[in-house]
């Protein structure tokens, strides 16, 4: 296991134990041994890429300089973060707001990927959608220009000193009532036509609840496949039991597996900081991990009142 998840592994512990404490009840004073756990070393189950979340300048404001230690220092009172979801804006012109946080991240060790919400406005067009007639879908001549849009923004991130660990073809193609839609056809065709000229692992679908229509397609396509290096997902609404991808094990075979983006279990305010929602959340942690085979857990928006870190910059509960 990498040294970087030590501390959030740690939190999980203590609050399981906090847990098995407050289930024993009032006016129990005898806890019964625990039984002994056995590990087998030799059974690998899968890497752990890290743990982490999403910054995004342009809707809420970026991370201070103190926030940023907050969120991957490794020290007291901070969280060890060692992944960083960042925004590739439609608009080049504000690229430069993800470069603070993301030189932060990559300074304390930590690994940063992008997603898209859009492409370019000039590589969009609308259509009907489901009687919704102001729909966004990219341009089907605009394929490869899409594709090197992607590049332009690694491009962009490591002249100024930020390296990409990946980045993603469309963030929840499959809802995007405010954003660009994809089908799993179109989908498909990106992956297998284009995706193989973009200079980063790319990762795909990110289906806002791992509904595996959208990514069955690129499992069973070997040209497509070929050109995914990361399965990544949200789990909105996802039950436990649809975690584990039969043909992710099966067809997946040197690929990585990322939940990509959550809030559990909701967003009111300042929730972050409730119980039982903090131990809903290292529950959820728990089977994304185990039941899910996941390689990353990464939280939507690191700063906000449901989230990690609180408005004030105060680690949550």
């Not at 991130?157 to 056809?185: C, F």
């Not at 989230?307 to 004030?312: F, L, R, S, Y």
């Amino acid at each position: 296991m990498m040294s970087s998840v030590k501390k959030p592994i740690c939190v999980l512990l203590v609050c399981f134990t906090m847990l098995s404490v407050m289930l024993l009840g009032p006016g129990v004073t005898e806890v019964s041994a625990a039984s002994d756990a056995t590990v087998n070393i030799s059974a690998e189950r899968q890497v752990i890429r890290g743990f982490g979340g999403m910054n995004h300048p342009a809707w809420i404001g970026d991370l201070t300089a103190a926030q940023r230690e907050t969120a991957f220092g490794n020290g007291q009172n901070q969280l060890g973060f060692s992944v960083l979801r960042i925004h590739v804006d439609e608009n080049r012109n504000n690229w430069y707001k993800e470069v603070e946080t993301a030189k932060s991240a990559i300074k304390h060790g930590a690994i940063v990927f992008a997603s898209p919400w859009n492409p370019p406005n000039d590589m969009v067009e609308t259509f009907n959608h489901n009687g919704d007639t102001s729909a966004k879908r990219l341009r089907y001549d605009k394929y490869a220009a899409y594709a090197q849009h992607l590049n332009d923004f690694v491009n962009f991130m490591k002249s100024n000193g930020v390296n990409l660990y990946a980045i993603s073809m469309q963030n929840e193609p499959d809802y995007a009532h405010e954003w660009t839609w994809w089908t799993p056809q179109e989908i498909l065709r990106f992956m297998r036509e284009n995706a193989g000229s973009i200079n980063a692992r790319v990762i795909a679908p990110e289906s806002f609840q791992y509904l595996k229509n959208i990514s069955d397609p690129i499992l069973n396509d070997p040209q497509a496949l070929r050109n995914m290096d990361i399965l990544g997902t949200h789990l909105y609404g996802t039950q436990v039991s649809q975690f584990p991808y039969p043909l992710f094990k099966q067809k997946g075979g040197g690929k990585e597996l990322w939940m990509t983006e959550v809030y559990y279990p909701n967003s009111d305010n300042n929730s972050a900081d409730r119980w039982p929602e903090a131990l809903g959340v290292s529950e959820h942690i728990h089977h994304s991990m185990v039941e899910g085979d996941f390689q990353a857990y990464v939280w939507w928006y690191i700063r906000r009142s449901y989230g990690p870190m609180k408005e004030d910059g105060m680690i949550s509960k």
